[in-house]
């Protein structure tokens, strides 16, 4: 019997109505079933009604407890809704019983208050895990609160990794003289003195990918020998017909499936198809003195094993498109040691050295990277069509000026903003990548002005960005975006309406006007203050005294001295 098999066994039916457990253990799946388990064998689906209710700090952990019971218990057994959302779970509770629920505190509250679920019936309330729980914050821990007060006859089960101050409260105030539950202490063997363990390596998967992650190991490590460890027989059988379908026999001693212990018998490579959860698990396999050890784990187990492992720990990255986004990686890697192999570029060090007072080093050597990958895109784009690519590529050391071409596959932006706003490409290039949504790879050359900016993006990407990215405020200034043919439509069509010319070449004053309505100082009305003033009876001066009028002048003009003088 296993050390966790007879932790389960001590368990069971100690937690009856009105009872309290505390367990101490790793947030893991396999976890799961051990404090559960025990609880969901109590319900009476007779009885009816919610007898079970699973307290989350996540919906994410309510869908792994929802997985794990049913793969404990099969399609007849007892099931575990998962409340990802109180209004989904509320039809499901308005349909049929549901005997089990698991969620967060703030979601299981929603439902008690809208009465779908009645607490009347449940028999135990669980915390998973309490300490996870009580890190989310007030919200959280008033939610659980009230919660729990409105659960005083069920009996608690309390789950954690640690017993930390915080948890010891809750357990004080809400399952006083609670039974400790836990895995005992096993001793820890001793690593043999010529063996030192390796660095342990993980692959993170969905719960349900385990066989397929198992299937890649085998082809990409390929080892000489190898010790599958299952935890529980569900997954030792499941890990047995992964290796059939692999053409591996019973019979085959290089590679075999165990529940828990490895043995001392020696071999190359150690695969756990479930995280271990005890030290002395992980320390058990050193008897067996193997050359690697891979752990398949979900992404929520590697905190757990990385605390085990004691920080020895590192991804590993399986042959497909990671390993060969890897292996360019490192390529250019290595054109970098080779490079600085020869010694330090001194102008390129000079020229970098004023921007070593504003970025990191590490910033200076990501953006020259960008650089370097954009200019081996377009060397790639002229080598799959010379003849579009020079004529679209600028002179040697010539800017790119407004009017004049994008590069090939590129549209060029027109951005109302420049240096006198005191923003730098490395401004425009951020507000595009984070406001517009795109890497950075797809973003060309910016030629930065004073009072505006043209700005490539790919032409697949540039009605996206101007959508995201227009309006938006750069150094306190909101930023117009439109594409530079739009831009330069609009000045023309704005330009003909203004004016029809250069503004040396604007129309005399006298001239303006149409036909319709003559000119000033044209025939139809005279010029104003001209002397053949023909259509208003000959051309007496100005201060001519008219009949029966006074020879004072109008009201508000000046004296006729001024007048004759101007």
Known sequence: MSELESVEERATGQAGRGQSLVYTLPHTTESIA???????????????????????????????ISEAILRVSGAGGIEVVPVSSAARAGRIFKTRPVLAVAGTAAELLELVRA???????????????????????PDTVAALEGLLGELSEAGRVIVTRKLTPAVENLVERYARRARRVGPADMEIPQLPADYEMPIIKFVTVAGSGRASALRRLLDDLDPPSAVVVARDEAA????SRTLKTLGYHEDDESITVTRGYVGSVATHTVIFYQPPVLPAELHQIAQAKPVQVVVISAPGEVPWLRELASGRLAPLNLHGPERRAHDREESVRQELRVVLARGLPAREVIS?????????????AAAALLLLERERAQRRAAEANPATAAKARPAEG???RAGAGA??????????????????VGDLMGMIAGEGGIAGD???????????????????????VIARVNGSMVKGRRVVVRGERDREERERAGGSKERSGPRGERPDRGARGGPDRGARGGPDRGARGAPDRVARGGDRPRHTRRPGGSDRPTRGAPPRRDRDRS
Do not use: N, Y
């Open 34 to 64: 051990e404090f559960l388990t025990p609880a969901l064998a109590r319900t009476d689906p007779s009885a009816g009604g919610t007898q079970v209710v699973v307290v989350t700090r996540d919906t994410e952990t309510a869908l792994a």
């Open 115 to 137: 009465s779908l679920l009645k607490l009347d019936t449940v028999r135990t309330v669980a915390l998973a895990w309490a300490d996870d729980i009580l890190q989310e914050g």
């Open 236 to 239: 030792a059988d499941e890990a």
């Open 352 to 364: 970098l050295e004023p921007l070593l007072r504003e970025f990191d080093g590490t910033e200076l």
């Open 398 to 400: 010539e800017r790119p």
């Open 407 to 424: 590069t090939a596959g590129m549209t060029r932006l027109f951005m109302t903003i420049g240096t006198r706003d005191g923003v730098k």
């Open 442 to 464: 797809k973003v060309g050359k910016i030629d930065l002005q004073e009072s505006h900016a043209l700005v490539e993006v790919a032409e697949a990407d540039a009605a996206g």
